[in-house]
């Protein structure tokens, strides 16, 4: 297996590409992932999520490292796949509101705000579609492939590109209003993190390590700290990705670098808190007192927010390729390669209980929203779960 990869990799930088998947860097990264994936056992009275409704909503991620995820805004369900088809769904029951094939190769989204859904594509583009019906408002061209979700504040429209540039965009017209240059490493893990953007501060995350606050009304900077620091004779070696979304929960940010640490920075000065040495490269989970990790060998962790000591850790899923956890309801929910959601206890992460979605597995993490779990399989397959007892 070992040899394989190398081979691929030596093939990929000879090639002049830059990139590694996930899948590749963390069996390199110093993850044996050789090792086979964690079986199945069986939970001791499971708890059983009640299914209200699934959907096949298009051919999903299309086998690609692409970053679709549904998002729910106002009672509406938005998600796209990989071919450009674009849904709106009752959040609730599941019944299409409308669909459109924007025929693009989309590569990331969709972003949600002010009646505007924005998509991210392989092409360097940036969509704007109307959230009432889908019509399309207007596309922009941005510098490279956009791997995050783009986002909104108020009127403006934020855009991180594989290359790792970030752009302002009018919201009404996708007119570039700022841009922030940013070069990326030799080496990267091929994906880009979302930023994350609150009260006219856009917090971004950089292949190099660094975390950065910029001005949404001008694209300065507000502050910059290095969250990780490249070490290591190798490019592979010295990879500090952050690729998992920066989280900014009460003022804070909380956020994930694969070969580095999980931090938290105050959001308006910058000032770093409390930091624990941690690889991940698909992001954490916040709730009102613990944060939740998903390490690169698919261990989940819960730290305390206020310290970042452990509170529990489960290994019970190494190497089935979890998603960042999410937090829901008394549960945290990870998706696995298998398409399996796992509901973990908030409490001592014991497993509780489990459901297969889709047999083509589960890149995305789950969404929690309004006591509803979102979850998008690779294949398109689109469930929505509530916990027994509840609507």
């Not at 509780?352 to 993490?365: C, L, S, Y």
Request: charged letters at 20%; proline letters at 4%; glycine letters at 10%.
């Amino acid at each position: 297996m070992k040899q394989l990869v190398v081979t691929l990799l030596l093939a990929a930088l000879l090639s002049g590409c830059s990139t590694l998947s996930k899948w590749s860097s963390s069996i390199l990264g110093g993850t044996d992932n050789a090792e086979p994936p964690a079986e199945l056992t069986e939970i001791e009275d499971p708890l059983r999520l009640k299914t209200l409704w699934n959907r096949d909503v298009g051919v999903g991620v299309d086998k690609q490292f692409v970053n679709l995820v549904p998002i729910v805004e106002d009672g509406r369900l938005f998600i796209a796949d990989r071919e450009g088809r674009v849904v709106a769904l009752d959040a609730l029951t599941g019944e299409e509101l409308w669909e459109v094939e924007t025929e693009a190769p989309v590569s990331s989204g969709p972003g949600v705000g002010s009646g505007v859904l924005l998509l991210g594509t392989s092409d360097a583009e940036v969509i704007a579609l109307s959230a009432d019906d889908g019509s399309q408002l207007w596309t922009s061209q941005v510098s490279s492939e956009v791997l995050a979700v783009p986002q909104v504040d108020i009127d403006k429209v934020i855009v991180q590109s594989a290359d790792g540039n970030i752009v302002g965009l009018t919201l009404d017209g996708g007119e570039q209003l700022w841009i922030h240059d940013r070069s990326v490493p030799v080496l990267t893990l091929r994906g880009t993190s979302t930023p994350a953007v609150e009260q006219g501060l856009v917090v971004a995350g950089f292949a190099n390590g660094k975390l950065v606050g910029l001005s949404a009304e001008k694209g300065f900077p507000v502050w910059e700290v290095s969250v990780a620091v490249p070490q290591g004779r190798s490019e592979i070696d010295r990879l500090v990705d952050i690729d998992g979304d920066p989280v900014i929960v009460g003022g804070v940010v909380y956020v994930a670098t694969y070969q580095g640490n999980i931090a938290v920075i105050e959001a308006s000065t910058g000032n770093q808190g409390w930091q624990r040495d941690m690889s991940s490269h698909v992001g954490l989970g916040v709730d009102f007192s613990q944060v939740y990790v998903t390490d690169d060998q698919s261990h989940v962790w819960a730290l305390s927010r206020s310290s970042g000591a452990s509170e529990w850790k489960l290994d019970k899923l190494a190497n089935r390729e979890l998603t960042a956890p999410e937090p829901f309801d008394d549960y945290v929910a990870v998706g696995d390669f298998e398409g399996y959601v796992h509901l973990l206890s908030r409490y001592d992460g014991r497993i509780a209980g489990r459901v297969r979605v889709d047999k083509k597995g589960i890149q995305e993490p789950p969404l929690a929203k309004d006591g509803v779990l979102y979850v998008y399989g690779n294949s398109g397959e689109l469930s929505a779960f509530a916990l027994p007892g509840e609507e």
